[in-house]
T-cell receptor
Framework: RKEVEQDPGPFNVPEGATVAFNCTYSNSASQSFFWYRQDCRKEPKLLMSVYSSGNEDGRFTAQLNRASQYISLLIRDSKLSDSATYLCVAEYYGGSQGNLIFGKGTKLSVKP | DAEITQSPRHKITETGRQVTLACHQTWNHNNMFWYRQDLGHGLRLIHYSYGVQDTNKGEVSDGYSVSRSNTEDLPLTLESAASSQTSVYFC?????????????FGQGTRLTVV
């Protein structure tokens, strides 16, 4: 079974804190990885793709360790607006097509 | 601007009734997906389509059907609604070629079966 596992949280942190989310995936055939953000009662939206070399987008840093089948997301200098659920996603390629497998999400609450 | 829209946004229906949820995208994407999201389960794939006349079953397809007669639309039908199908339903679309970093979701349909 193809699965993506995340700590559900919630993570309750003060503004300005650094917070890290971890995720593991079970199928080594996974090809691409993403972090999505989902606000309460809204649709998921792509936050960032995750590359083997690690990648950064402002206050957000994503890392991928293929050997350990492990993905992480680091948020520095947390803002109130970062409060949301963060979904770890692995993509499996079937032939020429991709299929997304979602983790259950990690809830972040940033407090003043 | 291109978009993906779902309708209705909210629906209450009775057990046993047939219900159809609409999904329409103007991205001209070949791939379309239906997910349901429930507390404790995350997003689970119901059905998906890689193009016109193509449909495939996902992880939780029992009690659901889809049809793809054009590129823009993938309606989801609940043949005989059950209380277990009370959920939030999301439609998504993506281009043909992975990676799916250009997958976009509709705003969701909140369905209650009473």
């Amino acid at each position: 079974r193809k699965e993506v596992e995340q700590d559900p949280g919630p993570f309750n942190v003060p503004e300005g804190a650094t917070v890290a989310f971890n995720c593991t995936y079970s199928n080594s055939a996974s090809q691409s990885f993403f972090w999505y953000r989902q606000d309460c009662r809204k649709e998921p939206k792509l936050l960032m793709s995750v590359y083997s070399s690690g990648n950064e987008d402002g206050r957000f840093t994503a890392q991928l360790n293929r050997a350990s089948q492990y993905i992480s997301l680091l948020i520095r200098d947390s803002k109130l607006s970062d409060s949301a659920t963060y979904l770890c996603v692995a993509e499996y390629y079937g032939g020429s097509q991709g299929n997304l497998i979602f983790g259950k999400g990690t809830k972040l609450s940033v407090k003043p | 601007d291109a978009e993906i829209t779902q309708s209705p946004r909210h629906k209450i229906t009775e057990t046993g009734r047939q219900v159809t949820l609409a999904c329409h995208q103007t991205w001209n994407h070949n791939n379309m997906f239906w997910y349901r999201q429930d507390l404790g389960h995350g997003l689970r794939l119901i059905h998906y389509s890689y193009g016109v006349q193509d449909t495939n079953k996902g992880e939780v397809s029992d009690g659901y059907s889809v049809s793809r007669s054009n590129t823009e639309d993938l309606p989801l039908t609940l043949e005989s609604a059950a209380s277990s199908q009370t959920s939030v339903y999301f439609c998504a679309s993506s281009p043909s070629v992975p990676p799916s970093s250009r997958t976009f979701f509709g705003q969701g349909t909140r369905l209650t079966v009473v």
